[in-house]
């Protein structure tokens, strides 16, 4: 803070920061009383630079022309400001990949999203990691499935990944830009990695960052099913308890000996208070349902599509996942209210 008493212009950005912040957090909580859809998630690219076991992205050849172009993301992100979506997740394949991603992240910020990514971690250096934090990205997850490096580089098919995701977690980590922007290390619980799950939350909190776990889900592409074959909602939330660090919603946590169960939870709420745009602007209920788009957002009014999705949630019900973006979503409007609003405040609150 002295710092900042020493040069005026940065002061002045500092405030109009805090301010800006300030603005789309009174929206935020506002939204999240009125039940509209929150979440978006925004496919920015396909490409990946990895060839994991558990994606099937990488299995079709992406060209990065069909992408959206920067004019299409701001209208895209006009459109969202209109329907009051505050949470865009930047999503791929690998969404570091794009070039133009800061500009991406600078064009949300401005129309008053809070842009969140998850990453492999590969592409972040020091500098990269400034940019991104400078654009105005709110939260980075990094991900790491295993607590040792040869089990997570086999899984993600390239030597060195593991050393670079927890690398991009340190960088990222000491160039963000204030204690609200958050930086997560996120695992995809599968079916031999929970005992990792402990060591992993251990080596999330040495480096400085919060942890987050999300549920395999095999429904979208060709992909085998590697859920867990036993319980693990006590053992992740004696974690909980064990580890503030540990920031995943206990509401998502306690469902998913059912989700594993059943292979997903019912009465699915994707359409209602999330949905999908993939890297040409059709808009779907999830990640998981991209085949069965409702409309394209460039082409048509947002309200129109959002009346779409409710219908077609309304319809078409879904028990086929319970993955970690629904799962916030959901959470959010679960009973009681206070607790899912005390542990939303805990997973951004300074580290």
């Known amino acids: 803070m002295f710092d900042l008493l020493q040069d005026p212009n940065r002061m002045m950005e500092f405030v109009q920061d805090r301010a800006h912040y300030g603005y789309r957090s009174a929206r935020l909580m506002r939204q999240l009383v009125s039940g509209t859809i929150l979440h978006c998630n ?10 994991c076991e558990i994606c099937d992205f990488w299995k079709t050849k992406h060209n990065p022309k069909e992408e959206l172009s920067l004019d299409d993301i701001r209208a895209i992100a006009k459109k969202l400001d209109q329907l009051g979506t505050l949470i865009v997740s930047l999503a791929g394949g690998e969404p570091l990949i794009r070039e133009d991603l800061c500009d991406i992240i600078t064009i949300l910020n401005e129309n008053n ?87 992993l939350i251990k080596i999330a909190k040495d480096i400085g960052v919060t942890y987050m776990v999300n549920l395999y889900s095999w429904n979208r592409g060709n992909k085998p099913r590697r859920l867990p074959d036993q319980s693990v909602t006590n053992h992740l ?12 919603f206990t509401s ?13 939870i019912g009465n699915c709420q994707t359409g209602k208070l999330q949905m999908n745009i993939d890297h040409k602007g059709n808009v779907s209920r999830c990640t998981e349902t991209l085949n069965e788009p409702v409309g394209n957002i460039l082409a048509e009014s947002i309200f129109d599509i959002r009346d779409k999705l409710a219908e077609r949630a309304r319809t078409r019900d879904c028990s086929q996942c319970w993955t970690s973006c629904r799962g916030f979503a959901e959470a959010m409007h679960e009973k009681p209210r206070l607790r899912q609003f005390k542990e939303f405040f805990i997973s951004v609150k300074p580290h």
């Open 252 to 264: 998502y946590i306690e469902k998913m000996d059912r989700a594993i169960a059943d292979g997903g």
């Open 237 to 248: 939330l004696d974690l909980k308890r064990k580890y503030p660090d540990f920031v995943s």
């Open 113 to 199: 999203q809070f842009p969140i990514l998850i990453t492999n971690g590969w592409f972040v250096n020091e500098s990269y990691a400034k940019d991104l934090s400078k654009a105005g990205l709110q939260e980075i997850s990094v991900s790491v499935d295993y607590s040792t490096a040869e089990r997570h580089d086999r899984q993600r098919a390239a030597p060195g990944s593991y050393q670079r995701a927890l690398a991009a977690l340190e960088m990222l980590q000491r160039h963000r830009k204030g204690k609200m922007n958050r930086v997560h290390m996120i695992s995809v619980l599968m079916d031999d990695n929970l005992e990792d799950i402990e060591p």
């Open 42 to 51: 925004l496919q920015v690219t396909y490409r990946c630079n990895f060839k």
